[in-house]
């Protein structure tokens, strides 16, 4: 249960009807982490703008999508997960690769280093290992792939954390994390 109060659409103002329609016409209805997060209508346009962003990186939808769900596993926030997973089956990805994804793994090599490399962002907090960064340079990355999956992985905290603090109420069906154990130990 949500632990913010949302905006809802007799609160709306100028500055969160556009940023509200923009959910509208994707999900046609605004989402529950929109209405939250628009108590600060400076941080929804931020990260609006950052979503819009990373989509237009070189990185694939599917690769996206695949970060999403390995960064939402981590971190065990339910409603990235369930919105991620929702997503994902929209673009066609099967279940086979959706629990591959979960676990930090891909299904071919690419995915597999990509996927690697990105949750060993979030496991070491950015201080990943020169070869980590080699081994995706092997496989025929580039720099700017490089930039852009971090870019991916930070979109994807914050929108975890996000949720994870406003105890955001899940819009799509609900797909726990399996929990991650460094989180157990929490008091």
Known sequence: MSVLKPIGSTDETEQTKDM???SRREFDRVLNM???MAHSPAILRTYLHFARAVDQTT???RTRALIAIAVAEINACDYTLSLGMALSRRHGIGDAELDAAREGRGL????DDTLRFATSILRRA????????ERLR?????DQ???EVVATVALNVFRDYFNLVAGTDIDFPVVR??????LAEIP
């Open 126 to 133: 950015g201080r990943v290992p020169h070869a980590d960064v």
């Open 145 to 147: 792939t490089i930039v």
């Open 177 to 182: 994390t399996r929990g991650d154990a460094r």
């Open 138 to 142: 092997h496989q025929g990355s580039t």
């Open 59 to 61: 990185l694939s939808a």
């Open 34 to 36: 929109v209405r939250l």
């Open 20 to 22: 509200f329609a923009d």
């Open 108 to 111: 071919d090599v690419g995915t």
